[in-house]
């Protein structure tokens, strides 16, 4: 079974790696319950116990997919969810953020029905509005902890300074990122020095860079319309094609440690401390299975170092996010 650690501070324990439930219900094609429902429970067959959804996956399709998913196994689960991001209609990208104690109230109602629970273990504010008060965010949270509606609070894409503000009102217990080979400002940015300064624990979602790093994907001619890839800045033309250069890497230590690309990514990530815990997402068993198995890939420290020279900060090339996402990322 799979190794539980402690979520930051908190008596949350979760597994040493998640599950991020986005992509069954979009961003990435058309969606199927039936499947995913069979990935999920095959997920915990593993011991994966730390999943990951959000109200705006699939304009709430996602946690109720989760809820039926938890029916009867509650007590096994750690469950994250998050408010904030609000979609003007399923398909496209505009948004708007609300962190203000009323809308973020009635969110996390809407996010207990729909999951079918009576309280959530992590909930995150999915993004910050800088025009709103964080103060009055951060209170409101902890009126909800203290109703037992949710267990924990959390964080996403969040700045040094305004995770150290917010965890001074109420605790945070984790803070979730986009992390991995090919995504690391939050070791430039020093939010990862912050998280483990004051005891938070990280989760870095995208930990595969969209499942770039497997080193499946040459093109996005052939993927479904309504992914997400195929308006992201570093799927693009030659930025794809100087990204190849890079994933190249990844395939050769693969290779020589007899493992897939994804192992090698998601055990370079668990490789930065035990203190992080990603939470690949896939919509398959089989990547399921194979990125379970990156719990068992050692990378020496000549290995670290050698994808470390790869992927260096002005190696990737694009940003992360079309223009629209872009403008809710902090600093």
Not at 51 to 69: S, V
Not at 103 to 122: F, N, Q
Not at 284 to 309: H, I, K, M, P, W
Request: proline share 4%; net charge negative; with cysteine.
């Amino acid at each position: 079974m799979i190794k539980q650690v402690p979520l930051g501070k908190t008596s949350i324990r979760v597994s040493r790696m998640g599950l991020g439930c986005m992509g069954m219900s979009e961003f990435y094609g058309p969606s199927d319950d039936a499947n995913s429902l069979t990935v999920l429970e095959r997920a915990l067959e593993l011991g994966i116990t730390f999943y990951d959804t959000a109200d705006m996956y699939g304009h709430g399709h996602n946690e109720k997919l989760i809820g039926r998913f938890i029916k009867g196994k509650r007590n096994r689960i750690v469950l994250a969810t998050k408010f904030g991001i609000i979609r003007k209609e399923k398909g496209i990208y505009e948004r708007t953020i609300d962190n203000s104690p009323a809308y973020l109230r009635k969110a996390c109602e809407a996010s207990l029905k729909r999951l079918g629970v009576d309280h959530i273990d992590l909930y995150y504010a999915h993004r910050l509005n800088p025009e709103q008060d964080l103060d009055a965010m951060m209170g409101e949270l902890s009126r909800l902890v203290e109703e037992g509606k949710i267990r924990a609070v959390g964080l996403s894409e969040v700045s040094a300074e305004q995770l150290r503000r917010a965890h001074a009102i109420h605790p945070v217990a984790a803070v979730q990122s986009e992390y991995s080979l090919w995504t690391r400002d939050i070791e430039e940015n020093g939010l990862l020095a912050a998280c483990r300064e004051l005891g938070v624990g990280f989760v870095p979602y995208s930990p595969l860079g969209r499942g770039f790093l497997t080193g499946t994907i040459t093109d996005t001619k052939e993927m479904d319309s309504t992914d997400f890839r195929r308006m992201s800045p570093r799927f693009e033309g030659k930025n794809l094609d100087r990204n190849l250069v890079l994933v190249a890497s990844v395939q050769e230590l693969a290779k020589e440690k007899q493992c897939t690309p994804a192992q090698v990514a998601l055990a370079w990530v668990m490789a930065q401390g035990e203190d992080i815990v990603p939470i690949p997402g896939t919509r398959r068993t089989r990547y399921l299975e194979d990125n379970a198995g990156a719990l068992q890939v050692t990378l020496e420290a000549s290995d670290l170092t050698f994808l470390d020279d790869v992927f260096t900060s002005d190696a990737v090339a694009g940003e992360r996010y079309p223009q629209e996402g872009m403008k809710g990322l902090s600093a």
